[in-house]
């Protein structure tokens, strides 16, 4: 089917005065069905509904609004409301993309489910250049450096995502900061991700869930950050900085987690302040 759209052929859909209106009137089109994708061109928006088990996709271009099928799969994804994304926010994020990727051909916009039902805004360009990922309120997801304050800040933030007890944070070079958290089934918890350079990401996995549980918010960035630059000064191994990781637990036995560093075959392990305790602990 085809229909006339209440905005002209000359509307921009990279405009934040037009986007989110059209993202709406689409899924009016739709009778208000799940939405599962929302695509954004310089010409064209599209919105992905789920349909009993398919998917269909309604599309405005050039004042015209129409409707295909689309393929089964896409109806995996976590439905969303289009309306809790800042897509008035859309000129800032292309702005903020072209800069992050060095390229602002061909830009397109989405909102897709990205991973255990996170669902985000990314931003990506033809010739293809990796895509650059916003927060739903259209704060960008950066790269990080977790020996800084700003960088540990974030990921800890991405990776706790709000849990308020947690069994371990630890960080890996190459990995990043991970975050477990009990997934309500014995033996089995959830292990959430942030790399440097990726939205955080979560798989559950066999652990032990019966270790004991404390508060992320103990845990200060800063502090992170600095012991990060530190401890391999201090081992005498500062060339060897980048293989620095680190796991916060319970496992000392403290009324507080303990940091246990490790670096080359050698450990330091600080209380939450960083204060040196491995000749306590150990």
């Known amino acids: 089917m085809s229909a006339h ?19 709406d009137e689409l899924v009016q089109a739709a009778g208000g069905a799940p939405v599962t994708k929302v695509d954004i061109t310089s010409k064209q928006v599209s919105v992905t ?18 409707s295909t099928q689309a393929a089964s799969s896409q109806t995996v994804s976590r439905p969303f409301n289009p309306d809790s994304f800042a897509l008035e926010r859309i000129s800032q994020m292309l702005s903020t993309a072209a800069s992050v990727a060095g390229s602002r051909k061909n830009q397109e916009l989405q909102v897709l489910e990205y991973n255990q039902g996170v669902v985000l805004i990314s931003v990506s360009t033809r010739p293809e250049t990796a895509p650059v990922f916003f927060r739903p ?13 700003a960088g540990m800040t974030e990921a800890l ?18 990995k990043g900061v991970m975050v477990d958290t009990p997934s309500g089934t014995d033996g089995i918890m959830v292990r959430r991700t942030r ?14 869930t019966s270790a004991q549980l404390f508060s992320p918010s103990d845990i200060s ?11 391999p000064i201090t081992l005498g191994k500062a ?12 496992s000392d036995k403290r009324s507080l987690p303990t940091i246990h560093f490790s670096l080359d075959g050698a450990t330091v392990v600080t209380d939450i302040t960083g204060k040196d305790i491995t000749s306590q602990v150990r």
């Open 5 to 23: 759209s209440s905005f002209p052929a000359t509307a921009s859909p990279f405009s934040g005065d037009v986007a989110p209106h059209i993202v």
């Open 49 to 66: 509904v789920r349909v009993g088990a398919t998917a269909q996709i309604w599309s405005w271009q050039a004042g015209q609004i129409s």
């Open 137 to 149: 309120n259209g704060s960008l997801i950066n790269t990080v450096d977790f020996a800084t304050t």
């Open 157 to 174: 933030r991405d990776a706790v995502d709000g849990s308020r007890q947690v069994l371990a944070i630890s960080y890996q070079s190459g």
């Open 195 to 208: 790399p440097a350079a990726l939205p955080a990401w979560a798989v559950e996995r066999r652990g032990d």
């Open 221 to 231: 960035p800063t502090v992170l950050a600095g012991l990060m630059a530190q401890i």
């Open 239 to 250: 060339p060897l900085a980048s293989q620095l990781s680190f796991r916060i637990d319970m």
